[in-house]
């Protein structure tokens, strides 16, 4: 059972920046995958970003060169740094992991991202 809370969600104007950041329960360094998942209202949760065994980042192409994935395993801790801000990445952004490639994913509650001037 892996726990996972995001912080850092919130209402920024258009071309803004955000950073959000997700807390787990177990040692990161362990997780086959961890990353963030987004949805708006009428939509399905799609991916924005995750890394893989460690080492291997992939974003969604909507954020690529605005978005940027890092983790700290001292911390336990994977960050989302969201810049250059658009009304279309409102949506809430979650938090997921994996603990190996056949299991379950685990979610965190999801934290709220407004763009809006």
């Known amino acids: 059972q892996v726990q996972l809370v995001e912080s850092g969600g919130g209402l920024v104007q258009p071309g803004g920046s955000l950073r959000l950041s997700c807390a787990a329960s177990?040692?990161?360094?362990?997780?086959?995958?961890m990353g963030w998942y987004r949805q708006a209202p009428g939509n399905e949760r799609t991916l924005v970003a995750q890394v893989l065994r460690g080492s291997t980042i992939t974003y969604a192409d909507s954020v690529k060169g605005r978005f940027t994935l890092s983790r700290d395993n001292a911390k336990n801790t994977a960050s989302l740094q969201l810049n250059n801000l658009r009304p279309e990445d409102t949506a809430v952004y979650f938090c997921?992991?994996?603990?190996?490639?056949?299991?379950?994913?685990?979610w965190g509650q999801g934290t709220q991202v407004t763009v809006s001037s």
């Open positions: 997921i992991a994996r603990t190996n490639s056949f299991g379950p994913t685990y």
């Open positions: 177990v040692s990161i360094s362990s997780l086959y995958v």
